[in-house]
């Protein structure tokens, strides 16, 4: 089992940054891969970024490619979320999830654990 809690989200102006945090908790965060996705009112909920076990390889949607950062520190039971020059558009509820299966997926079904949220909002 695996509790997953996200922190850093607020309001932030157009074109500002925010640094999101996921805390695990267990002992064996560093056996799974971590990605973030995010869902906006009435809309399904979407692939942002992901991060293998080591922290070799990262993927991200199209949409934040070049301005979000995915990172992990396996010693702290965290991933982070940067996210710099946000849109009106990234406007979502943020959530960290873990993925026990050996790649790096954009499915938000390959994900067996899930946090609780955080809502980051981009006003214009």
């Known amino acids: 089992q695996v509790q997953l809690v996200e922190s850093g989200g607020g309001l932030v102006q157009a074109g500002g940054s925010l640094r999101l945090s996921c805390a695990a908790s267990?002992?064996?965060?560093?056996?799974?891969?971590m990605g973030w996705f995010r869902q906006a009112p009435g809309k399904e909920r979407e692939f942002v970024a992901v991060?293998?076990?080591?922290?070799?390889?990262?993927y991200y949607a199209d949409s934040v490619k070049g301005r979000f950062t995915i990172s992990r520190d396996n010693a702290k039971n965290t991933v982070y979320l940067q996210m710099n020059s946000l849109k009106p558009e990234d406007t979502a509820v943020y959530y960290c999830?873990?993925?026990?299966?050996?790649?790096?997926?954009?499915?938000?079904?390959?994900?067996?654990?899930w946090g609780q949220g955080t809502q980051v909002t981009a006003s214009s």
């Open positions: 999830a873990a993925d026990s299966g050996p790649g790096s997926s954009s499915w938000y079904g390959s994900y067996d654990y």
């Open positions: 267990g002992r064996t965060f560093s056996s799974y891969a």
């Open positions: 991060i293998r076990r080591s922290g070799g390889r990262t």
